[in-house]
Every structure is written in structure tokens, then in C-alpha cells.
């Protein structure tokens, strides 16, 4: 009878440690997404490219994005969905490029009283209803449309820029540095994060938690510690802003918080985190007048802050777009390079694979998952719609447009006619414009662009075709009249 009784309890235990091991496999993993604002490619103090550790900062000091890096995987080529804060928000959220959600049309289209667009928090509620959702920072989607509205259970609310900001001067922004002891309240974010992370933990909830960071974007805050500490600091030859570097420092000091609440929690091998700008850093401090974004760099006696790259915010050159991206989480190995290109956009089918699901996405997304790059960075194939990548520019004295194909890359101003061609691979810094050399291949991804613009979104092509013709026949369709 013993023997049985200790049978039984035997299978019983071996039973229950099957099961647990089971549900422990199948538990939904957390997710970490934080989104800095303005921070170029090299303001890093770590390269974002193993094949040129010299691409990195000379001045400024991130050694928690660092450290992230360091136990994940960094994207060499990982783009913001836009070189301006508001569009590239509107294109996380929605899995779209910005191209495809519009300017002007965005609060009619995406009125979530009226229309029912997938969000990654609703997508990861439809996974498991479990889940718990937050946004602390920056919303900035500029419409009267609040997180909340897009399934996140915890908010900020609307906010922009001014809530992060204490004081709003435009004529001192880009020179004065306030001091304070919550700068761009990274301090408050980080506290708030650290909370939602120890409740949902707690009550066993798994969690997706967006931190949109107000830093490093002026007005420029920082502690005063810190500021002291970069004004002794021996200048770089291209970063030399103790304020900024101040700024970014504190704003990495909130990041290393997080992550250090994660191994606190023991929930790091069930957690995913992504770190990514909203656009590329500003090309000077203080940035020159909007149509000097669209002069060479040799026309410059300093080297641009986001160098080798070229350009910055507000423009599509590549110092405007291209920013640190890295991943860490479960399956992802530890100090590993990906340089293939990936997007904002590519972030919310990508979550939701990881997450477990297994319908289809709506055909609409512009994004895929890139899970098969975390997994083999240099192999892995990405099964995108269109093999091309496309952006574009609204702004009333320089829309431009521009095309990725392979190596190459086209730029297209609209109100001086302009088309400039540029090879990545040889060229990073777009110094050499090949668009007279080889005219043909301007042609072919001229026509491949307007096929896009055309298909993809008519408010965009109708105002720039207007804007072309306006300037072929009132301007000799130079770049100095582009202002």
C-alpha cells in the first residue's frame, strides 16, 4: 500500500513539474520599448557598427545604452520611420510608414471614435487579455488623440514637447542650460516606470511599457552635478556641448535605472527590451537656417554632429534618419550585430510574433517582424511587401522625398526639381552625387518613387507635383532658392 501511495505521489509530482515547465513556456513575455527624442546615430558612446568602432561619440557619456548593447543587439542600420518626431510617433504606434498614415489627413483617418486601426497595445490584448499597458513621456501624435485611445491602460496623457520642458523661449533654447533636478523629467518617467513594473510583477500581469523620454531635445536641462562634470571635460572634435552631453547623461542614468529594476524583478529572460531615437540628432547646435540642411558638408568649416553621417533632424539625408537601434531579450545573443535595415514601423508585428500570435496581420501594415534577424543577424530574411524603403518629408520650403534600393539612394526636392544619387555602401556621408554619372538609374528609382507616392498616398504626390510645377516655372530650380 506504501509502495503504491509513494507511486502515486511520485507521478503526481512528476506530473505537476511537467505542467508548471509547460506553462512556464508558453508565459507571455514583457516588453520594454524606449524611445529617446533627437538623438543622433553616434551620440553614443559606443558604436552602433562593429565594422567602424570610431563612429561614436568623442564627448558624450551613455554607458547604460552602452551597457543594453552590450547584452543585445545593435542595428547599424535601424531607421526611424521619419526625420521628425510627430510622424514617426503616428508610424510606431500603427505598424505604417508615415507615408502611408498622411499629414494634413491624419486626425480624419485615425479618429479612433471613428475608425479602428491595430495598435500594439491592442494587439497585444488580443493575444492575452493579461496583459498591462503603459506610456510614461512624450505622446506628441498632435491630434485629439490620447493613449488611452489606442488600448494603453496607463498615460501621461497628450503631451508634447512644453511638458517636458521648463521654460518654452525660442530665442534661448539652443544656448541657455537650466538647471534643475528633474531634467525633461527623466526623473519622473523613470519612477513612474519602476512602479508599473513592480505592480504588474506583483499581480503576475505580463506588461508592454513605452518610456518616450523628453531627452535629449532642447530646452537643455540637466542636474547640476552633471553639468559640472561635462564642463570640465575636455572637449570632442565633433560633440563639444556640456549641456547636451549633460542632458543625454541624465537621461542614460534614467535608462540604467530600468534595466537595473529588471534584473532586480529576476524577470530579464522573459523580457524584451527596445531602445530607439524618434528621428536623427540636429545637425549644429544651434541648428543653421532650414536650406543650409540641404548644402554639402564640405560647405561647413565644423564637422556635423551626427558625422560620418550626413545632415539631421528635418532632413532625409541620412544624419536625419538613421539612429541607435538595439534589441535585448530571451533568444538574442549578447554583444551581436545586425546590418540589415530595420524601422519604427517594423516594431509592432515584430512584438506581436514574439508575443505568441498566430492570426494574420492586417494587410495594411507597412511592417513585418524581423525576428528572423534576431535570430541570425547575418542571414536572416525579412519577407517584406516592397524590397525598396521609402520616406518623405513635409515641409513648406523643402519637401523631399527619397528612395532606398539596395545600395543605392535617391533624393527628390520637390520645389527645386533636385534629384541627387548616392551610394550607401561606399558612401554613408552622401558627399558624392552620382545622380550625373548615371542618369538612368536616377530614372529608374524616380519612376519606382512616384509608383509609391501615387499608390500609397495621393495627398502627398498632389502637393508636391503642385509644388514642382510651381517651381519649374517661376525658378531656375536652384538649391539657393530652396529656403
Partial sequence: MKKTIRQILVIYFMLFHF???????????????????????????????????????????????????????????GYAPAALCTPSRRSIQFGQTPIHIGNTTFKKNY????????????????????????????????????????????????????????MTDKKTKWSQVYITRDPKKTFTITARALNFMQRQVQSDHPFYMQLSFYAPHVDMETTQKTYDKFLKKPKGKIHDNPGWAAMLNDLDKGIGEVLDMVDK?????????????????????????????????????????????RGGKWALYEGGTRVPFIVRGPGINPHSYCHSPVFGYDLLPTIGELAGDKQPLPGYLDGVSIIPLLHDPANGKVPRKVSDFYFHRYAPSYEHSSIIEGNYKL??????????????????????DLAASMPGKVKELDNKLMLYLNKEHSEILDAAISKEKKSKKDKPGSEDDDD
Avoid: C
Avoid at 530579464?268 to 537656417?289: K, Q, R
Fill in 111 to 166: 479618429d479612433p471614435h471613428k475608425h479602428k486601426w491595430l495598435t500594439i497595445p491592442l494587439m497585444l490584448k488580443s493575444i492575452n487579455p493579461r496583459y498591462q499597458t503603459a506610456h510614461y513621456g512624450k505622446w506628441d501624435l498632435r491630434a485629439d488623440i490620447f493613449p488611452e485611445d489606442l488600448g494603453y491602460d496607463e498615460s501621461d496623457g497628450n503631451t508634447g514637447n512644453n511638458n517636458g520642458d521648463l
Fill in 411 to 432: 533624393i527628390k526636392f520637390w520645389v527645386t526639381g533636385k534629384e541627387e544619387l548616392y551610394d550607401l555602401n561606399n558612401d554613408i556621408g552622401e558627399t558624392q
Fill in 265 to 309: 524583478l529576476g524577470i530579464a529572460d522573459n523580457t524584451y527590451i527596445i531602445l530607439m531615437s524618434d528621428n536623427g540628432g540636429v545637425e549644429f547646435l544651434p541648428p543653421p537656417p532650414a536650406k543650409h540642411k540641404l548644402d554639402p558638408p564640405s560647405a561647413f568649416e565644423k564637422k556635423m554632429i551626427n558625422y560620418p553621417l
Fill in 19 to 77: 505542467l508548471t515547465a509547460g506553462a512556464q513556456k508558453v508565459k507571455s513575455p514583457n516588453f520594454i520599448f524606449i524611445l529617446t527624442d533627437d538623438q543622433g546615430w553616434t551620440s553614443v558612446s559606443s558604436s552602433m557598427d562593429n565594422r567602424h568602432p570610431e563612429n561614436k561619440s568623442d564627448f558624450d557619456e551613455t554607458p547604460n545604452i552602452d551597457r543594453l548593447g552590450d547584452e543585445g543587439m545593435r542595428f547599424s542600420a
